[in-house]
């Protein structure tokens, strides 16, 4: 194993240099159907509100959704997905700015030209 040597009055000792950790997944021992994992899943994640009750961290909520549906990278799915969000939310700002910078009349909430001076609207 790579790593450093560090020399004690004891002996000598190896530093690793590299990350050890061995993360180990098992295949189901029970064949299950898609659709029953992802329900069971979003059962779980949802308190069957069908919307996100915040009981499993959303980044592992995707990966257990990935996982079920045979997603087989999902480090890079969910950078890619990241991606995507950040993507989403740069073009959902330009949006409004340009929808801010030029306010059209018929918009909802937008109010009617002023009347200009010689009483018809701008």
Do not use: C, F, H, W
């Amino acid at each position: 194993m790579p790593g450093r040597v560090i020399r004690t009055p004891d002996g000598s000792v190896v530093e690793p240099t590299i990350d050890a950790t061995v993360t180990t997944e098992y295949p189901p021992i029970l064949e299950s159907e898609t659709g029953d994992v992802v329900n069971a899943i979003v059962a779980a994640a949802t308190l069957q509100g069908k919307t996100d009750a915040n009981t499993i961290p959303r980044e592992e909520l995707a990966k257990l959704l990935m996982s079920a549906v045979g997603v087989e990278d999902i480090d890079q799915a969910l950078s890619d997905l990241e991606d995507q969000e950040a993507e989403d939310a740069r073009a959902a700002v330009d949006a409004l700015a340009k929808m801010a910078a030029n306010p059209q009349p018929d918009q909802p909430g937008v109010p009617p030209p002023a009347p200009s001076a010689n009483g018809a609207g701008a």
